[in-house]
């Protein structure tokens, strides 16, 4: 399977620490991309990174590439209780179907006010 | 601008009956993708179309299942004598040219209940 992993699977964290979420997959890619979907609702897209890039930032949200290692890890400074939502790492796979996301089964993030 | 707008929000088929879910892409988008998402798991790829065109439906269940996108009105994905094991989240995606490029835009989803 291509199916990506995010790692830990649920993080539970006090208001104002920061959250870093992991995900590992396994072959060549185009470019990764981080989702949160809050419970029931739909998915919001946060950050695409390239296979060519190493560190993309976004307001508080800071995602590292490692190509070398197939893994990703999105960090969220100063977390907030309205972080409190599902995490999915997509990638975007080299050659053949090269616009199908695969998505991994997410981290459930809590943050605690 | 609108988003991708899919309806209904939430769907209740018995078993045996069908189900027609409903999305219309942003404007300006003529790459339409469907995604399933079991509970507790990641969305699946279902199908990728463009306008009046299926691009690639590997992702489709070979019986039961078809989608279309016509030339005017929304992408249509149906189920035909739905199982409980068809009870899911239903996402789409659209995108101005083939996604990997430009990005992709989902939906708020189809819930999908089979009793």
């Known amino acids: 399977s291509q199916q990506g992993e995010e790692d830990p699977q649920a993080l539970s964290i006090q208001e104002g620490e920061n959250a870093t979420m992991n995900c590992s997959y396994k072959t060549s890619i185009n470019n990764l991309q981080w989702y949160r979907q809050n419970s029931g609702r739909g998915l919001v897209h946060l950050i695409l990174i390239r296979s060519n890039e190493r560190e993309k930032h976004s307001g508080r949200l800071r995602v590292t590439l490692d190509t070398s290692k197939k893994s990703s890890s999105l960090l969220i400074t100063a977390s907030r209780a309205a972080d409190t939502a599902s995490y999915f790492c997509?990638?975007?796979?080299?050659?053949?179907?090269?616009?199908?996301?695969?998505f991994g089964k997410g981290t459930k993030l809590s943050v605690i006010p | 601008n609108a988003g991708v707008m899919q309806n209904p929000r939430h769907l209740v088929r018995r078993r045996g009956q069908e189900a027609r879910l409903r999305c219309s892409p942003m404007?300006?988008?003529?790459?339409v993708y469907w995604y399933r998402q079991l509970p507790e798991e990641g969305l699946k790829f279902m199908v990728y179309?463009?306008?009046?065109?299926?691009?690639?439906e590997s992702g489709m269940p070979k019986e039961r299942f078809s989608a279309e996108f016509p030339k005017e009105g929304p992408s249509i994905l149906r189920i035909q004598q739905v199982v409980r094991g068809d009870s899911a989240a239903y996402f789409c995606?659209?995108?101005?040219?083939?996604?990997?490029?430009?990005?992709?835009?989902f939906g708020s989803g189809t819930r999908l209940t089979v009793v």
């Open positions: 179309l463009q306008k009046e065109n299926i691009i690639d």
């Open positions: 404007k300006g988008h003529s790459h």
């Open positions: 997509a990638t975007v796979y080299s050659g053949a179907g090269s616009y199908q996301l695969t």
């Open positions: 995606a659209s995108s101005p040219g083939q996604g990997d490029a430009y990005g992709y835009t």
